[in-house]
């Protein structure tokens, strides 16, 4: 799959690369590594040997398998090569091999199917390949949880006239790292659907990668992040529309409370001159709840073809909306409810899309207890 896709190399694209070798331990000076706290993801940099295991549950209908597979297998099946040092770490050192999901053609499952990744006593590497094949109709909900330093590579190849709808949650202990790549490989007249949900952990870094494999192929991009103090939360987005005629939907949302919560969103889609008909759009908006905290937001376009159907993006950092809360207050409803009201709004518009009912609820309770949370940080900091 990796030889489909032509190789992009700049400042902002790393030419992919399976040898850790040709991913130098960064300084925090490149452009990719500059908003990163590199002390802090230094064990998953180093890739030092370790006994821990990353435990993978699933929950699986018939039909669906789950079997490990080589190095060169799983690299002869990724979308691409590792575009970063821990990405290349997690592939080369994965235990076991690599873990082939696959979803035959044609499968249509109105349930979930889950998969559960636990990671304890230390650092751990995992490389997951999802194929979902052609006209198949899924939705996979992918967990990861314990209290790891996690190194990921992922791979989601999407075939023809499928649909996915691919939903992964970051419910870290407060002492975990996770950092890593995902990719994923959009087939013509494909729609896929992703919603990334980073709640917890110490440090959260992902690269999340996009190409098309076809005309007419579309892709809708969701995530949200609930920052606390002193917790880093990173997301790096880059939708490649290699193909004409293909579509891309963007809209990441945060909420940052307590001192020295930092959150990062870079979010890069590139129009190459072959991608006529295109349209795309990216957002990404940061809710600012304390004080102390900052919210890094770069949106970026790369067009080399002016027939595009249409491009924009929107980037978004403040606090509460005054506005709404006037509104709520001037109908009895107290500052305190009104806050809560207005971050519920704000979040449940992506967490409507997951589709998943059990899934939903347990993100609003997450918000709520991370309300309670802001209520608490305040009331110390008046």
Same mark, same amino acid.
């Given at each position: 799959?990796?030889?489909?896709?032509?190789?992009?190399?700049?400042?902002?694209?790393?030419?992919?690369? &399976?040898?850790?070798?040709?991913?130098?331990?960064?300084?925090? +000076? *490149?452009? /990719? &590594?500059?908003?990163?706290?590199?002390? +802090?993801?230094? !064990?998953?940099?180093?890739?030092?040997?370790?006994?821990?295991?990353?435990?993978?549950? =699933?929950?699986?209908?018939? #039909?669906?398998?789950? =079997?490990? @597979?080589?190095?060169?297998?799983?690299?002869?099946?990724?979308?691409?090569?590792? %575009?970063?040092?821990?990405?290349?770490?997690?592939?080369?050192?994965?235990?076991?091999?690599?873990?082939?999901?696959?979803?035959?053609?044609?499968?249509?499952?109105?349930?979930?199917?889950?998969?559960?990744? =636990?990671?304890? #006593?230390?650092?751990?590497? $995992?490389?997951?390949?999802?194929?979902?094949?052609?006209?198949?109709?899924?939705?996979?909900?992918?967990?990861?949880?314990?209290?790891?330093?996690?190194?990921?590579?992922?791979? %989601?190849?999407?075939?023809? #006239?499928?649909?996915?709808?691919?939903?992964?949650?970051?419910? &870290?202990?407060?002492?975990?790292?996770?950092?890593?790549?995902?990719?994923?490989?959009?087939?013509?007249?494909?729609?896929?659907?992703?919603?990334?949900?980073?709640?917890?952990?110490?440090?959260?870094?992902?690269?999340?990668?996009?190409?098309?494999?076809?005309?007419?192929?579309?892709?809708?991009?969701?995530?949200?992040?609930?920052?606390?103090?002193?917790?880093? /939360?990173?997301? +790096?987005?880059?939708?490649?529309?290699?193909?004409?005629? !293909?579509?891309?939907?963007?809209?990441?949302?945060?909420?940052?409370?307590?001192?020295?919560?930092?959150?990062? &969103?870079? #979010?890069?889609?590139? @129009?190459?001159?072959?991608?006529? $008909?295109?349209?795309?759009?990216?957002?990404?908006?940061?809710?600012?709840? =304390?004080?102390?905290?900052?919210?890094?937001?770069?949106?970026?376009?790369?067009?080399?073809?002016?027939?595009?159907?249409?491009? $924009?993006?929107?980037?978004?950092?403040?606090?509460?909306?005054?506005?709404?809360?006037?509104?709520?207050?001037?109908?009895?409803?107290?500052?305190? *409810?009104?806050? +809560?009201?207005? %971050?519920?709004?704000?979040?449940?518009?992506?967490?409507?899309?997951?589709?998943?009912?059990? @899934? *939903?609820?347990?993100?609003?309770?997450?918000?709520?207890?991370?309300?309670?949370?802001?209520?608490?940080?305040?009331?110390?900091?008046?």
């Amino acid at each position: 799959m990796a030889a489909a896709i032509e190789t992009v190399s700049s400042h902002l694209h790393p030419v992919p690369s &399976w040898d850790v070798a040709d991913h130098p331990m960064p300084s925090g +000076r *490149e452009e /990719i &590594w500059r908003f990163t706290p590199i002390k +802090r993801l230094k !064990t998953l940099l180093q890739g030092t040997a370790s006994d821990a295991h990353l435990d993978v549950a =699933t929950e699986l209908p018939d #039909g669906v398998t789950v =079997t490990r @597979i080589s190095a060169a297998e799983a690299e002869s099946l990724a979308v691409e090569a590792p %575009v970063d040092r821990v990405a290349a770490l997690a592939h080369a050192n994965a235990t076991d091999g690599a873990i082939l999901i696959d979803v035959p053609t044609e499968f249509v499952s109105h349930e979930p199917l889950l998969v559960s990744l =636990t990671g304890t #006593g230390g650092l751990v590497y $995992g490389h997951v390949i999802l194929r979902v094949g052609a006209f198949a109709e899924v939705t996979v909900v992918m967990q990861h949880q314990g209290d790891a330093q996690y190194a990921e590579k992922t791979d %989601v190849i999407v075939g023809d #006239g499928a649909k996915l709808n691919f939903v992964t949650v970051q419910d &870290w202990s407060d002492d975990a790292v996770h950092g890593g790549q995902r990719s994923v490989l959009v087939g013509r007249d494909a729609q896929v659907k992703t919603i990334t949900a980073s709640l917890g952990g110490d440090v959260v870094r992902l690269q999340e990668n996009a190409h098309y494999a076809g005309p007419g192929g579309s892709l809708e991009a969701y995530g949200l992040y609930f920052v606390d103090g002193g917790q880093h /939360i990173q997301h +790096r987005l880059f939708v490649d529309h290699n193909q004409p005629h !293909t579509i891309s939907n963007v809209d990441y949302r945060g909420a940052l409370q307590g001192e020295g919560a930092h959150s990062v &969103w870079i #979010g890069d889609v590139l @129009i190459r001159k072959v991608a006529e $008909g295109i349209e795309t759009y990216e957002s990404n908006k940061n809710l600012v709840l =304390t004080d102390g905290c900052k919210a890094d937001s770069v949106p970026n376009l790369e067009i080399e073809t002016g027939e595009i159907a249409g491009a $924009g993006h929107a980037s978004t950092t403040g606090r509460f909306d005054d506005l709404q809360l006037f509104y709520l207050r001037s109908r009895g409803i107290p500052e305190e *409810e009104a806050r +809560r009201l207005v %971050v519920h709004g704000f979040f449940f518009d992506i967490i409507r899309r997951i589709g998943v009912p059990h @899934i *939903e609820a347990k993100m609003m309770e997450q918000v709520e207890h991370e309300l309670e949370l802001s209520a608490i940080t305040q009331a110390q900091q008046q």
